[in-house]
């Protein structure tokens, strides 16, 4: 069973930056998707960032130019790294997995990951 595991999240103010880390345990090869997502309260789960099995990276606009997400194979975890957060990235951030996508050119949709964190909550002060 695939286990993930959120950690980084945290009170910070407007400019500063976080760095998430999803640990990926369970699965015993190294080409998988992880997709970052977030929600904030009353508002729908929306899609991050995602790396794909090939290592292909997709960052939704909203967040381009701020947000970028990698991996650490060595670690086999998947970190979100937020510069310049702004008061509206509060929201609860999930990652999720799939160990089906390979190439990703878009934001995959959260109905194509097969298993999800418990979340880290993101806090950002103006």
């Known amino acids: 069973e695939v286990q993930l595991v959120e950690s980084g999240g945290g009170l910070v103010e407007a400019g500063e930056s976080l760095r998430l880390s999803c640990a990926v345990s369970g699965y015993p090869y190294r080409s998988y998707c992880v997709g970052w997502f977030r929600q904030a309260p009353g508002k729908e789960r929306e899609g991050v960032a995602a790396?794909?099995?090939?290592?292909?990276?997709f960052v939704v606009a909203s967040v381009k130019g701020r947000f970028s997400v990698s991996r650490d194979n060595a670690k086999n975890s998947v970190y979100l790294e937020m510069n310049n957060l702004k008061p509206e990235d509060t929201a609860m951030y999930f990652c999720?997995?799939?160990?089906?996508?390979?190439?990703?050119?878009?934001?995959?949709?959260?109905?194509?990951?097969?298993?999800w964190g418990t979340g880290t909550q993101v806090t950002v002060s103006s």
């Open positions: 999720a997995f799939s160990g089906d996508i390979l190439n990703i050119r878009n934001m995959p949709s959260g109905s194509l990951f097969h298993s």
């Open positions: 790396i794909g099995g090939d290592d292909s990276t």
